[in-house]
């Protein structure tokens, strides 16, 4: 068979995809998802391609001649500082052909240019650092990165742990009890707990009103499994652990999921962090599930410190590659 040539292929920019576009996107992550054995573009990634607004968000393309998807890449612009983000996934039948570096090296063109238009009541700014994750530590993509002039940035680790396994009983400390989050109600004040308890995380730290909403809004989304740790003399919220299950793909069956797991570091509850922990998991089990995953950051040795002990074990890594602004100039 002969296989296609990086010329028979061209990159096309979007602002706002048609709704054929994002079907043929998803179809091609859940392709090569299947293929690598995780999800090829992130959660975030998939939101905003069916929910962004121009001005915010870029969509790359790379289709052959004759229309057929081939790669597509995200690049959302960032107006705090945070550089510009992107993901890129092309079709496992068609790499090894010279096709993730014409993507690359698109993205790095927009990212550099000064197309991007203006958000609302703004003006464009300089774009940053590009920071592009690589979903798996796969030799390709950090060899495409050295030649391009990336550096790595960040370690995602994908953590594992059967529910078959045994597992404590969590123990809450005096004066704090668990219920379910109640959607437009808690919505503010879990937003203003998330926010302290991620300070320092570039993602899940400035998740605001609509982000929560979006994925209230998702089909997976159980209110029975998004757990809150309250006070019980004032109501307040001091912790929480929002779990999320994935459903069985082909032969894989589901899979739980620690979605966001945090602790209102004002609070002073020790041991809030393990029995919430806990406590999702004992959720999880009672589904019906037989694993769950989560996702940590390396640098954050505290989580993982915290998770290995539960019995979690690494499963895989996703890299966050960097391109400093200064290297295009």
Do not use: C
Request: no cysteine; glycine share 10%; aromatic share 6%.
């Amino acid at each position: 068979m002969t296989r296609a040539r990086t010329t028979d292929h061209r990159v096309t920019r979007l602002e706002r995809p048609s709704p054929d576009d994002v079907e043929a996107v998803l179809a091609l992550a859940t392709v090569a998802g299947a293929a690598d054995g995780t999800e090829s573009l992130s959660e975030d990634a998939a939101l905003r391609l069916r929910n962004a607004e121009p001005g915010t968000v870029t969509h790359l393309t790379l289709r052959q001649s004759d229309g057929l998807l081939f790669g597509y890449a995200q690049l959302e612009f960032r107006n705090d500082g945070g550089g510009v983000g992107a993901e890129l996934v092309v079709h496992p039948m068609h790499r090894r052909q010279g096709l993730g570096r014409l993507l690359v090296e698109a993205t790095v063109a927009e990212a550099a240019g000064d197309a991007r238009p203006a958000t609302s009541g703004g003006t464009s700014t300089g774009a940053g650092d590009l920071l592009v994750w690589a979903h798996s530590d796969h030799p390709s993509a950090a060899a495409l990165a050295l030649d391009l002039g990336f550096d790595r940035a960040r370690v995602l680790w994908q953590l594992r742990r059967s529910l078959r396994d045994p597992l404590p009983e969590p123990e809450l400390p005096d004066g704090v009890s668990i219920r379910a989050f109640r959607p437009g109600e808690d919505d503010e004040a879990w937003l203003a707990v998330n926010r302290r308890a991620f300070a320092d995380h570039p993602e899940q730290g400035r998740w605001t009103l609509a982000d929560l909403r979006l994925r209230l809004a998702e089909p997976w989304f159980d209110r029975n499994g998004f757990l809150l740790a309250v006070e019980d003399s004032t109501g307040r919220i001091v912790g929480f652990h929002w779990t999320k299950v994935h459903g069985a793909v082909g032969r894989s069956p589901a899979i739980g999921e620690v979605y966001v797991l945090g602790v209102d570091p004002t609070a002073h509850r020790g041991g809030l962090g393990r029995a919430l922990s806990l406590a999702g998991l004992h959720h999880l089990r009672n589904q019906g599930l037989t694993r769950v995953m989560l996702y940590v950051d390396e640098s954050n040795e505290r989580a993982m410190a915290l998770y290995i002990r539960l019995g979690f074990a690494n499963w895989l890594r996703h890299v966050q590659y960097r391109r400093p602004a200064t290297a295009a100039e």
